[in-house]
């Protein structure tokens, strides 16, 4: 595995704190593994209007810019340009510009959502809106030029696998800012945390699920650029600039979220209002339809096609309040195939839902069933895990699902294609707690004896229960026993194979396979550990290589995937796991002397 999946996999499996998920194309399938690709050579834009550069353009030439201001179809707003202001960068220049007073300008001049709107003087296209000023003179804005929107196309694309604000310009040499449907502010304020990026949330969204409809955009038209979908929208609006007869587009004048070449859904979008603001005017925007997708975010603009369509990933949120008789709740997604952001979406997104639903934020258990389905786990995968918090439950119930996200985006395995993730969560604010309280073992015993364990366990606020286990004192040992009770969350099994560096993962199916074998908060774990070294290692890690004589010299837990030393140990009798419906906290220990039969005569 590269470097980066070895860390993630370290903080996933070799941290295994107890502190799913699924995709779905949205428009087809992947090849089982990825045929070599040959780089075809860079088409250039041309613009099917006819341009103007920077260059040639004066003050007081007038034209128009073309955006749509309600409903769908774009209107003018007549214009003259003031100067041509050069700057550094990727775009060299920009054109300053002042709306004129018309019947059509009834904001007061420039707002969010007519980034992209074309631009055109003396009937030739001059470029796009970019950018204007927070509690300013909203008439006044800054227009990209056209060439430097063209080579947004100059790089080449991504091909698709399956898988705040302030006195400086808004748009300019700066990201998009984000608005979210479906999520109320505070969960927006967390999406923000996690994207690092502005998002604002918006009454306004998609009535139903967004459906392809195949299509060529035209100039001045409101388009969307998306993150998120379906019961919740993440992404942002603009105005289409400029086509070419391919089928490619041009838009926004500024970046998205400037990734370079990705692979986003673009949507047609309605403009419910354009509404003043003293701050900055805003038009109020929902996506329509879903049109084809954008293939470049540059610091010019946005480029995309029409002539295919991303696939996707699709999540689902089932959510189950204990506290108000079993309600339950469905959300369904779907999120852009991007490996290195989808992990925040997810995380954001799950995190706003799990709160909004709720309706609550502070203690409780939850107890989360992932599943994921898809190609290279054609059995489905599944893990459950019961969280407990004191004071955030939500958060503490996603840190585990979110570094599995991440390492499930980021694993290198061509064969691999998660297809289906769905999240389970059911909720109470009741603490599900089970204490260790007592352990009870006898004291003495000899090689291949049984123990007979009791463990006294008390739910929070209510009489203790007994358990009864039994663990096989192994044959060859002698001296001193420890027998270790605890919670799964608690000094968990480590990796000692892959934290010293003597097995890798090498396949899609060993990563779950090591995935699945992390301790959860739900078990009652019974350890009988007789091995002086087998102690030490497991509290202080593997040993290096001065204090070891060769490979001869390892420990079996040194030679084997944590999944094959539990399979190990509990056949042999000392290892026993007992899953529950509760959080397991606490830890107890008991000495066991081992005697020989001699020496119990003696």
Not at 96 to 119: D, K, T
Not at 404 to 424: C, K, T, V, Y
Not at 466 to 473: A, D, E, G, Q, R
């Amino acid at each position: 595995m590269n470097g980066l999946s070895i860390r993630r996999l370290a903080a996933v499996l070799l941290c295994a704190c107890a502190c799913s998920w699924a995709w779905s194309p949205a428009f087809g399938e992947a090849p089982r593994t990825a045929p070599v690709e040959i780089p075809k050579p860079l088409v250039p834009f041309v613009p099917e209007q006819p341009i103007v550069s920077a260059g040639a353009l004066r003050a007081g030439m007038r034209g128009y810019l073309l955006t749509v201001l309600r409903g769908t179809r774009p209107e003018r707003l007549p214009l003259e340009v003031v100067d041509v202001v050069p700057q550094k960068g990727e775009v060299s220049r920009s054109i300053l510009v002042r709306l004129l007073p018309s019947a059509n300008n009834r904001v007061g001049g420039v707002a969010q959502g007519m980034s992209g709107s074309p631009v055109y003087i003396g009937g030739r296209l001059a470029g796009a809106v970019g950018s204007g000023w927070s509690f300013s003179d909203h008439n006044l804005a800054l227009v990209t030029p056209i060439e430097d929107m063209c080579a947004v196309f100059s790089r080449p694309d991504r091909p698709a696998r399956p898988l705040g604000r302030g006195p400086s310009p808004r748009g300019s040499g700066s990201v998009a800012p984000l608005s979210v449907a479906g999520l109320d502010g505070r969960s927006a304020e967390r999406l923000a945390h996690v994207l690092g990026v502005a998002v604002e949330p918006t009454p306004a969204g998609a009535s139903k699920a967004l459906e392809v409809v195949p299509g060529r955009l035209s100039p001045g038209e409101a388009v969307a650029a998306l993150l998120v979908w379906g019961d919740v929208e993440v992404g942002a609006t603009g105005t289409v600039t400029a086509t070419a007869r391919d089928g490619r587009f041009l838009a926004f004048g500024h970046p998205f979220l400037e990734r370079g070449a990705v692979n986003f859904p673009a949507a047609r979008a309605r403009i419910h209002e354009t509404i003043p603001s003293q701050a900055f005017p805003f038009k109020l925007a929902s996506p329509v339809s879903l049109v084809g997708t954008v293939t470049q975010d540059r610091a010019a603009g946005i480029g995309g096609r029409t002539d295919f369509f991303t696939p996707s990933v699709s999540a689902a949120l089932a959510f189950t309040d204990a506290d108000q008789g079993g309600l339950r709740t469905v959300r369904n997604f779907r999120v852009v195939p991007d490996a290195f952001l989808g992990g925040r979406l997810l995380q954001g997104v799950f995190s706003g839902l799990m709160d909004d639903i709720w309706r609550r934020r502070g203690q409780g258990t939850m107890t989360v069933n992932l599943r994921i389905d898809g190609r290279g786990v054609d059995r489905g995968w599944a893990r459950k895990n019961v969280f407990f918090s004191e004071d955030d439950v939500s958060s503490a119930a996603l840190r585990e699902a979110a570094r599995i996200w991440d390492l499930f985006l980021l694993q290198p395995f061509a064969d691999g294609m998660p297809i289906g993730f769905r999240l389970e969560v059911e909720a109470t604010e009741e603490p599900r707690v089970l204490f260790i309280e007592d352990v009870n073992v006898s004291s003495d015993a000899q090689p291949g004896d049984t123990l007979n364990v009791g463990v006294t366990l008390r739910p929070w606020r209510k009489r203790p229960v007994h358990k009864s286990f039994t663990l096989t004192v192994p044959k060859e040992a002698s001296g001193t026993c420890e027998l270790l009770v605890r919670g799964g969350g608690i000094n968990s099994l480590p990796q000692l194979a892959l934290e010293g560096g003597w097995k890798s993962i090498d396949s899609l199916d060993r990563m779950l396979t090591e995935v699945g074998a992390m301790d959860a908060n739900n078990e009652l774990v019974l350890e009988l550990l007789c091995d002086p070294n087998v102690i030490k290692a497991a509290k202080d890690g593997p040993r290096s290589d001065d204090r070891r004589g060769g490979s001869s010299d390892l420990l079996p837990e040194e030679r084997e995937f944590l999944s094959e030393t539990k399979a190990r140990r509990i056949r042999e009798g000392t290892l026993r796991i007992s899953r529950s419906d509760y959080f397991v906290d606490g830890m107890m220990k008991r000495l066991i002397t081992v005697k020989g039969e001699d020496e119990g005569e003696q």
